[in-house]
């Protein structure tokens, strides 16, 4: 199963060569941005992270991760007949940096460059890019032979 978003333009690429899109709920396009596999890799290395206290294994397992997410979404949001998933592989990346925001992670290191991180601020950013991302994925097709 594909975890690609189908935007109205994929829609109508699909049409136009005599397939159809799935329906999909806005539950399921949310969930379908979140990119689940690197955020297990990242909640597990925090946990061990934590006893090491390395601000650079810190980072360098964040900028890795970080790097996997677009290779890891294009690799599953791919279709036959339709371009990347621009869209969805940067929004997954946004989410993968506020979910690691929210946890803390590297950015609890920051104290050196006068950052001083709280963890209400990861809060704060996660619950807004998540009602932003809500309102992008919720505006209805209006042309889509698709039905809801």
Known sequence: MSRRVFSLKDIQLLEKNGKTAPEQELTQKVISYIPMEIVTAWTAIFGTLVSLDSTEVYWAAFVILGMLVPIYMWKFTNEPDLPAAKFQIIGATGAFIAWVFAMGGP???????????????????????????????????????VKN
Not at 123 to 142: D, F, N, R, S
């Open 107 to 145: 950015f609890t290191k920051l104290e050196d460059v006068g950052f001083v991180y709280n963890p209400q601020y990861g809060t704060i950013v996660l619950a807004i890019y998540a009602v932003i991302l809500i309102i992008l994925l919720g505006k209805k097709p209006e042309t889509s032979t």
